[in-house]
């Protein structure tokens, strides 16, 4: 019995201790059989070269009234289902809205002469939209937009007499043909009128120029008319800028420029203008999220900013671009191409036509920086020489009388002048007078058109200049700040191309006869995506060319491509597209031909040109 008990307490020990008492270890186990391998995935698709430049093609071109061009096309419209282009023709009076049609474009039949450019035509106008049918049209028509969404166009039309209000005329165009629908009345000279993205709102650029004697100055205005249910409402919202009449300081100190005949006796009387009739609101653009409108303040180099939840405005000074970090030519006298950088010389952005993108979310501003002078003739008239000089002296004490070429004219008032005839230089700009009085004017920067209304310290004594426009284009951001300027690429492309027509003119075949002025002078500018990038074109008015640029992110710009119609045989009559005025591009998408195009309406050749874009 206490043997039984030992050997069952040995037996517990050993199961509890599990060490002194362990058999041998098993043996292993088979292995298991291996699994059978999974399919191979698909190979990826090849990824695509990214684009590295553009093939521009000329597809169409129509000329609208051949026998008197100049006017004939300006402001260009596209509209997407019936792929028609509308075109302002100011050629004939009163305007009319001439109607390309696109579809069943043959590029085949545009021929080429010995210089290579195309002067024949394979579009004419179908539908011609007689707009003093639809209201007393005594102004001119001066821009156009088209709405995809209600199927609406509409046509700003000045009332032709300083200080009385101009209005848009809307059409409905979802026809066969143009409906007149009605006129709402808007402000002073409605120069630029554009629909938001998606269809709700129409701003209207009121520039309000004054008479040309100045003794009439309207304020600039900005008018908003809502689209409701698919028409136009019968009033618009006016925007004044009279809230701003007391910041001009403020403004100017931004890099705002103002200039009138404030003080000066005009007619007998000492004129006085406000802010808000300095003002000139020249060109729209729209933010993609339709949430704000961006307008270009020309003259006055300046931007305007409205928000269009309430309407609310904002006003800011463009500032000025350092002249003496690039290189432009200053002279028409220099027989040829001669950049060069300038200390304390600057140029005043003010920009034409300008357009908006977004990118990461945040609205973008960009505009084509053809500056513009002030030049109010108050008589200009073929007379017995001197005639009219007392009467110009008598009425307009200040201004300039000129007798030229058997013509009289008597210049109310400009803020325009060639450097080499200001006086009263300060020492800071010994190295600018020296220009002038070493080359007498003609070789130097002395030929160069400043203007007299900046540039003074406190004694009268011009210490800095200040050329109109930039020749460039600018990106800015949403707050007014630079984002990129393509600094002197326009000069130094078209001199590379140009050669000895660098810096002609638009309606002559002379070289370097722009250069005391604006240069190239960038006007026209348009955007547009093509894959996944997005390019701006911008129109240079006086050489005829076109630039295209890679902005699709607006700190990594990148210069892609240059091309134009025109003839530049010197002593040549002119040939090809003149002027681009206004632009608009097609997306791949809504084109007649499948590809993207660009369609420019060229103010002196009357042409609407209409160029193929494609990446390569």
Request: glycine share 10%; charged share 20%.
């Amino acid at each position: 019995m206490k043997q039984t008990k030992s050997l069952i307490m040995v037996a517990l020990i050993a199961a509890l201790t599990g060490c002194e008492f362990d058999g041998n270890d098993g043996e292993n186990g088979a292995n298991g059989a291996n699994g059978t391998n999974g399919i191979d995935g698909i190979n990826g698709e090849a990824g695509k070269d990214a684009p590295t430049s553009l093939t521009s093609t000329l597809v169409a071109r129509g000329v609208l009234n051949a026998n008197s061009p100049e006017g004939a096309a300006e402001i260009v419209a596209f509209q997407k289902s019936t792929k028609w282009i509308y075109a302002i023709n100011s050629s004939v009076s009163p305007a009319v809205v001439e109607i390309l049609d696109t579809n069943g474009l043959d590029p085949e039949t545009l021929i080429k002469d010995a210089e290579g450019v195309v002067t024949n035509t394979n579009l004419t106008s179908a539908i011609t939209i007689d707009l003093s049918a639809t209201a007393s049209l005594t102004g001119d028509a001066n821009s156009i937009a088209v709405d995809d969404v209600n199927e609406l166009l509409a046509v700003a039309v000045a009332s032709g007499t300083p200080g009385v209000n101009g209005h848009i005329a809307f059409f409905d165009i979802s026809g066969a043909a143009p409906a007149f629908i009605k006129n709402v009345e808007v402000g002073d000279l409605p120069d630029n009128v554009a629909f938001t993205h998606d269809g709700a709102k129409v701003i209207v650029a009121n520039e309000g120029e004054p008479s040309s004697d100045y003794t009439i100055d309207p304020e600039g205005s900005i008018s908003i008319i809502n689209i409701l249910d698919g028409a136009p409402a019968d009033v618009a919202t006016m925007i004044s800028l009279a809230g701003f009449n007391d910041q001009q300081e403020t403004l100017e100190a931004q890099g705002a420029k103002f200039s009138n005949p404030t003080g000066q006796t005009i007619k007998g009387e000492v004129r006085t203008y406000t802010v808000a009739q300095d003002l000139e609101p020249e060109y729209v653009a729209v933010s993609e999220d339709n949430s704000t409108a961006f307008v270009s303040l020309q003259e006055n180099n300046a931007l305007a900013i409205v928000d269009l939840s309430d309407n609310s405005v904002q006003v800011i000074g463009l500032g000025f671009k350092d002249w003496s970090q690039y290189k432009l030519d200053v002279s028409d006298k220099d027989d040829g191409i001669n950049l060069k950088s300038y200390d304390n010389l600057y140029g005043m952005y003010q920009p034409d036509t300008i357009a908006s993108f977004s990118w990461q979310g945040a609205n973008f501003i960009v505009t084509a920086n053809e500056g513009d002078g002030r030049e109010y003739i108050a008589f200009e008239r073929d007379a017995t020489e001197d005639e009219g000089k007392n009467e110009c002296e008598t009425d307009f004490p200040g201004g300039i009388y000129e007798w030229e070429d058997g013509e009289e004219v008597c210049i109310a008032y400009t803020d325009e002048s060639r450097v080499k005839d200001l006086e009263d230089f300060a020492p800071v700009t010994a190295e600018l007078d020296a220009y002038v009085s070493e080359q007498g004017g003609k070789n130097g920067l002395g030929r160069l058109l400043v203007t007299n209304a900046l540039g003074k310290n406190a004694d009268g004594e011009y210490e800095k200049l200040y050329a109109y426009g930039a020749r460039s284009f600018t990106i800015w951001d949403q707050n007014g700040l630079v984002v990129f300027d393509s600094g002197d690429d326009i000069a130094r492309i078209t001199a590379s191309i140009h050669g000895s027509s660098f810096n002609n003119d638009e309606d002559e075949n002379t070289g370097d006869t722009r250069s005391d002025a604006k240069g190239a002078e960038p006007e026209a500018l348009t955007l547009g995506k093509i894959g996944e990038q997005t390019y701006a074109f911008i129109g240079l008015e006086r050489m005829g060319g076109i630039l295209a640029y890679d902005i699709s992110n607006p700190y990594n710009v990148k210069f892609v491509d240059y091309f134009y119609n025109r003839g530049l045989m010197e002593g040549a009559d002119i040939t090809g597209d003149l002027a681009p005025e206004g632009m608009k591009f097609v997306a791949a998408s809504d084109s007649p031909t499948g590809e993207a195009l660009l369609i420019v309406g060229n103010e002196i050749s009357g042409s609407v040109a209409v160029w193929q874009i494609e990446q390569k």
